[in-house]
T-cell receptor, first 115, second 114 residues
């Protein structure tokens, strides 16, 4: 069965500093990987996803994540954070080609940007 | 484009009472999901519909939870009777087809069971 581990429940970062939110997954088959973000008082929304092809995927607001099969990781990074990046970030995995690719979410990482 | 609508936004009930949540997905989205998000945890899939058929309800506590999607559009999730451990945010999401498509989430219904 698939599972997702987000070891850091809270990450405080100074504005304009780099950040990395860690995500590791467990699966016996090929996977699809996602990062969802929940801004304060808003619903969950997709930030970026890896389905196939290039292992480095990017979002429109400067985040990127790299699929590393050997380390079973999909860490999320941003070189310089902004106050508006304050949110909770959820990593999710779906097992590809299983016939029912349901999403399994991690427990989330709360990113707090310090001015 | 209108997003996923859910109602009510908040609900407080006593244990053993019943409660129902409503979801209206994005127009044209064939797949609808109900998730339960307990405080401090990630969303957990309860049930997935493809049009009006159930694709996955393996994590739905069927002795107390039920869900339906009439005519493949709106959906309702019911809990009867509620337990204290059902306190959570109930999220509805929809996507065009399958799970690799982007899921669009509604604002959720926060349920408190006293």
């Amino acid at each position: 069965a698939q599972s997702v581990t987000q070891l850091d429940s809270q990450v405080p970062v100074f504005e304009e500093a780099p950040v990395e939110l860690r995500c590791n997954y467990s699966s016996s088959v090929s996977v699809y990987l996602f990062w969802y973000v929940q801004y304060p008082n808003q619903g969950l929304q997709l930030l970026l996803k890896y389905l196939s092809g290039s292992t480095l995927v990017e979002s429109i607001n400067g985040f990127e994540a790299e699929f590393n099969k050997s380390q079973t990781s999909f860490h999320l990074r941003k070189p310089s954070v902004h106050i508006s990046d304050t949110a909770e970030y959820f990593c999710a995995v779906s097992e590809g080609n299983s016939g029912n690719e349901k999403l399994t979410f991690g427990t989330g990482t709360r990113l707090t940007i310090i001015p | 484009e209108a997003g996923v609508a859910q109602s009510p936004r908040y609900k407080i009930i006593e244990k053993r009472q019943s409660v129902a949540f409503w979801c209206n997905p994005i127009s044209g989205h064939a797949t609808l999901y109900w998730y339960q998000q307990i405080l401090g945890q990630g969303p957990k899939l309860l049930i997935q519909f493809q049009n009006n058929g159930v694709v996955d309800d393996s994590q739905l506590p069927k002795d107390r939870f039920s869900a339906e999607r009439l005519k493949g559009v709106d959906s309702t999730l019911k809990i009867q009777p509620a337990k204290l451990e059902d306190s959570a945010v109930y999220l509805c999401a929809s996507s065009l087809r399958q799970n690799t498509d982007t899921q669009y989430f509604g604002p959720g219904t926060r349920l408190t069971v006293l």
